[in-house]
């Protein structure tokens, strides 16, 4: 087991990619904290997952949009774990598709506030405890970051910025031992994509178009990036810091 007895904080880990983490790393023996506004999703995946063990999953009430609750609660999970080794910040919204002219500057400081200004505070509040433990940070991005998206200037922009954020901690961290990188996916299917796909005319034509962007004609699951976050979480990436992983199904090939 590649986290046993070793504490994760989980954003956003009711549903989607951050469920995706939570599973996995429990089944890698991990002390898992979700921190998300959906409770109820979140008791219900800690009660099937602790019954199958091997590792232990509370939930924390959080709302992301509000650092002194991200501050809370990481003061929570250490109290309950007595340790913390990683923080995957992960919640995260993506707005239906408007143009730059429809889009208002308050529409950009909310988002910004919700992917990145959450993802600053969680590492913030996260590095006096990953100092002892000599951890390590996962902030989940998005190919957008690099690629850039139609109608998404504002998602875009949060997703470059948490990138931005993982390269500069990587510099100032490393001497203390702390790692910080960031995953890239393309197109995960998970409620996100879904809800998305119905803001369209045709829901079930835009997935599979979607589907068909990466090379192998699907999108990956939420548990083949909790992978990629536990990679790069665990001793295995031990000289891996500042990068940007694509997951991304070879998206961005073939052009
Ligand atoms: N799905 C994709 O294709 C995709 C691709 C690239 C990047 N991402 C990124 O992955 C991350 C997760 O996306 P997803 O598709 O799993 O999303 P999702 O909407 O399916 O799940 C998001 C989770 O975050 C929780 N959440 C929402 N608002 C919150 C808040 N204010 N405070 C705390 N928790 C909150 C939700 O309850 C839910 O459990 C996001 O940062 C997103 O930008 C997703």
């Known amino acids: 087991m590649r986290f046993k007895n070793r504490s994760v904080i989980v954003t956003g880990g009711s549903k989607g990619i951050g469920a995706g983490c939570v599973r996995v790393f429990c089944s890698e023996g991990a002390l898992v904290a979700n921190l998300d506004i959906d409770t109820a999703a979140g008791d219900a995946l800690a009660t099937e997952l602790n019954e199958a063990g091997p590792g232990r999953v509370i939930t924390i009430g959080c709302d992301v949009r509000d650092h002194e609750q991200i501050r809370a609660a990481i003061e929570q999970t250490v109290g309950e774990f007595g340790r913390l080794d990683c ?9 239906p598709a408007t143009t730059i002219d429809d889009t208002s500057v308050d529409d950009v400081q909310s988002l910004m506030q919700m992917n990145f200004v959450s993802t600053f505070a969680g ?4 590095v006096p405890h990953l100092r002892k433990t000599r951890g390590s940070i996962v902030n989940v991005s998005s190919m957008t970051a690099v690629l850039g998206q139609k109608r998404s200037s504002a998602y875009a922009s949060t997703k470059a910025a948490q990138l931005g954020l993982t390269k500069a901690l990587a510099v100032e961290l490393g001497h203390e031992g702390i790692r910080v990188n960031a995953v ?3 197109n995960v299917d998970t409620p996100l994509m879904r809800e998305w ?3 369209l005319d045709d829901p079930a034509t835009a997935l599979k178009r979607v589907s068909e962007l990466q090379v192998f004609g699907r999108m990956a699951s939420p548990e083949e990036i909790g992978r990629v976050c536990l990679f790069l979480a665990s001793d295995d990436a031990s ?7 694509e997951a991304e199904g070879g998206a961005s090939l073939d052009y």
């Open 184 to 186: 890239l996916p393309s």
């Open 87 to 95: 923080i995957i910040n992960n919640a995260g919204a993506h707005p």
């Open 197 to 199: 796909a119905d803001t």
């Open 123 to 126: 590492c913030k509040y996260a």
């Open 239 to 245: 000289f891996v810091t500042g990068q940007g992983i």
